[in-house]
């Protein structure tokens, strides 16, 4: 029996076995499928979205691990618009993502000059002074606004009321005593708020005051009557003086004794009318009123200023004693 034949056979086979099983020929490597991003920003520290996924990191960094193909990039930073952006990943190498972040500007902010409001005064019935007020209207941020205007009182007039103001832009408010509406209120003080406002973001609302003073715009009016009487006298048992009777406003009316100061010359005050306010007077005389003779009224005088009123039947006459004192 040839025994080293034997062993050399086993010894052969047992080492193909061995290579066999630890693979004897080189075996291929395994394919890489990722690959990476490299990402700065100006100024750093901003928050890094990949695919909208939030990564946990800021910038400056390097993602890994990340699948080929158009991969989303989002950076993310406190007063600075989003940056938005692409990289394009290759399996095995690095993608660079560089970003200058812009600042966000300022929002829209609303200012109103001046500071204090409108304050008017004048007598009953009006006119009132001053008669209107301008308020400037600024946006002070960096974007566009919109803004509103308004009164909470009748008696004032906001125009415009509304509007859009881009930034630093400016507009002017105009505010007005409402001449309809003030001139029936009564005598007394009358207080009303403006109201500005931020529609956009409310940066700015703010309110400015208004007010009202209304007085008491009646006063004495002295009348002197100058006329001739026609003669003969038909009735000589009527009085010695003339009366002068008057009205004014709707069914307010009376007469009033006249005092002789000459023969022709007659006065009578009315107390306490109203300026502005249209009074009809006549004079009757007692011993002329026999509804057939006529007097002539030669002059009026109203605190002492002639009234040209012509002639008229009993001294008929029409007139507008003004808050200036103006006869008109």
Request: net charge neutral; glycine share 10%; proline share 6%.
């Amino acid at each position: 029996m040839n025994i080293p034949k034997v062993v050399f056979l086993l010894v052969v086979l047992s080492g193909a076995l061995f290579l066999s099983a630890c693979g004897g020929s080189p075996t291929t490597p395994p394919v890489t499928t990722t690959g990476s991003i490299r990402i700065t920003s100006v100024p750093t520290g901003a928050r890094v979205f990949l695919d909208n996924v939030d990564k946990g990191v800021t910038t400056d960094c390097t993602l890994t691990g990340v699948a080929t193909g158009n991969r989303s990039i989002k950076l993310v930073m406190a007063g600075y618009t989003d940056y938005v952006g692409t990289a394009a990943v290759t399996a095995g190498q690095t993608a660079t993502v560089s970003a200058t972040l812009t600042a966000t500007p300022p929002a829209g902010s609303l200012s109103v000059t001046p500071a204090g409001g409108l304050t008017s005064t004048g007598p009953a019935g009006g006119p009132f002074a001053p008669a209107s007020m301008d308020f400037a209207l600024q946006n002070t941020g960096g974007t566009s606004i919109a803004w509103t205007a308004s009164a909470n009182q009748t008696w004032l007039t906001v125009s415009p009321t509304s509007g859009n103001l881009a930034a630093a832009a400016t507009t002017t408010v105009t505010v007005s005593i409402n001449s309809v509406n003030a001139n029936a209120l009564g005598v007394g003080a009358y207080n009303a708020l403006l109201t500005f406002t931020n529609t956009t973001n409310g940066t700015g609302n703010t309110t400015r005051p208004a007010s009202l003073t209304i007085t008491d715009s009646s006063q004495p009016v002295t009348v002197t009557v100058d006329y001739t009487r026609v003669l003969p006298m038909p009735n000589p048992s009527g009085l010695d003086f003339p009366t002068l009777a008057w009205s004014f406003a709707p069914n307010t009316q009376g007469t009033s004794a006249m005092g002789k100061l000459a023969d022709d010359n007659f006065t009578s005050t009315f107390v306490s009318l109203r300026t502005e306010t249209v009074i009809t007077m006549w004079v009757i005389d007692d011993k002329m009123h026999n509804g057939v003779t006529a007097v002539v009224c030669r002059t009026i005088k109203i605190n002492g200023q002639t009234l040209n009123v012509g002639t008229t039947i009993y001294g008929h006459a029409t007139f507008t004693l003004g808050n200036d004192g103006i006869v008109r």
